[in-house]
């Protein structure tokens, strides 16, 4: 079938990132003719960067103008509709499916919850005034909604270390030996100097992978150095595409990661790690981690679930960083039983289940 995206790039990577992800599973996976308009195609190229020409190929990235625009052909008619996270179709691109033969089905793909009352409104209809057929689509890890979108999943052990992205080859020698990995991907309202500063004086050698941006945050370029004991290295990394990014998930002891979709991946590379998630100004984003959280230490002794609660609310890692390799037995069971969950194939098998 062929699918038309709509992605609205609110702030971030996310948006684009999630979009991607999915278009890539819907055309190499399951074979679908996909386009993905965009309101700022170079946030999107750049996420689609890295990948297999084979597979960017199959997919038309355009901008977001290009769906109404009458220059080219009438824009051919799509079987699905999606309006990521909620965003508005173009008008004069709704006006254009008014005039279809075949009407499409619209598809407003939520962002991912674990709260419990997404259920109720999982694939409920949502009337329209023009009469098109509209669906809420919910992702979740609970059995009756949306599920995870999971392409590609990297498969335990595949992600060798002997496979360093070539781009990482050069901060990878930098590495020192046997010392803890960690990455950091969250957003500049943690308190990250004082968390480093803190790992820093329990006086293992860690080395801390800043990902694309952060170095910035921590003024690493600037006079106000942080003054950090030898023992603990600061590496910063280049943006580098989404596969290689969960390499690095997979190859680290340790990660923060944040938002929605490298929240995912991190529980896919089945190590422990920190969610900094998108703060919203109610305070809803607390609510929602603390539904992920149930979910998550449903199974963990209390030890467990106290030093995992402390690290998602940022509490310093002398606190909870003795917990450590009880955490990694956890990621790994969890990850085991997220696949389990999700074997008929995650968010993308789900949506063309839905709308065949
Ligand atoms: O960038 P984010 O903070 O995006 C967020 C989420 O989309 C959230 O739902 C939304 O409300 C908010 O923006 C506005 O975090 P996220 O979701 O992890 O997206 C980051 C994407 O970038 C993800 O696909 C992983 C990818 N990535 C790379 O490809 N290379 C990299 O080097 C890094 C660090 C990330």
Same mark, same amino acid.
């Given at each position: ?26 055309? *190499? ?12 195609? @170079? ?10 020409? *084979? ?59 674990a ?26 890890f ?14 335990e ?43 820093? @004086? ?47 998930? *997979?190859?680290c002891d340790f990660n923060?990661v ?5 929240f995912?991946?991190a529980q896919l590379a089945g190590k422990p790690f920190i969610w ?14 603390? @539904?992920f959280l149930d979910l998550y230490l449903e199974e963990a002794t209390q030890d467990l679930r106290l030093a995992t609660i402390a690290a998602m ?7 909870w960083l003795k917990s450590l390799d009880s955490w990694t037995t956890h990621s790994k069971a969890w990850r085991g039983q997220l696949l389990e969950k ?15």
């Amino acid at each position: 079938m062929r699918w038309d995206i709509f992605c609205q790039i609110v702030d971030n990577y996310g948006d684009a990132g999630v979009c991607w992800r999915l278009a890539r599973s819907l055309s *190499s996976l399951h074979g679908q003719e996909v386009r993905i308009f965009c309101d700022d195609l @170079a946030t999107l190229n750049l996420l689609a960067s890295g990948v297999d020409e *084979s597979i960017k190929q199959k997919i038309d990235l355009l901008p977001w103008e290009e769906s109404f625009s009458n220059a080219r052909h009438p824009v051919k008619t799509p079987d699905v509709v999606i309006e990521a996270f909620g965003c508005e179709l173009p008008e004069r691109y709704l006006a254009g499916l008014f005039i279809a033969p075949v009407k499409p089905i619209i598809i407003n793909l939520e962002y991912l919850s674990a709260e419990p009352w997404i259920t109720e409104f999982h694939a409920k209809a949502s009337p329209q005034s023009h009469g098109i057929s509209k669906y809420f689509f919910f992702p979740g890890f609970q059995p009756e909604v949306g599920g995870l979108l999971l392409d590609p999943i990297p498969l335990e052990g595949t992600l060798t270390a002997q496979q360093i992205p070539p781009d990482l080859q050069e901060l990878w020698s930098m590495l020192q030996p046997g010392a803890k990995r960690m990455s950091i991907f969250c957003y500049p309202g943690a308190p990250l100097r004082k968390w480093l500063e803190d790992l820093a @004086a329990l006086g293992e050698d860690i080395d801390v992978l800043l990902t694309h941006g952060h170095a910035e945050l921590l003024n690493l370029y600037s006079e106000k150095q942080i003054a950090l004991p030898k023992n603990l290295q600061l590496l910063s990394m280049p943006f580098v595409s989404q596969d290689e990014y969960d390499w690095v998930l *997979s190859q680290c002891d340790f990660n923060i990661v944040r938002g929605e979709d490298s929240f995912v991946r991190a529980q896919l590379a089945g190590k422990p790690f920190i969610w900094h998630i998108y703060p919203q100004a109610d305070r809803a984003h607390e609510v929602k981690l603390a @539904a992920f959280l149930d979910l998550y230490l449903e199974e963990a002794t209390q030890d467990l679930r106290l030093a995992t609660i402390a690290a998602m609310t940022w509490a310093m890692p002398s606190e909870w960083l003795k917990s450590l390799d009880s955490w990694t037995t956890h990621s790994k069971a969890w990850r085991g039983q997220l696949l389990e969950k999700q074997r008929d194939g995650g968010l993308a098998a789900r949506l063309l289940r839905f709308v065949g």
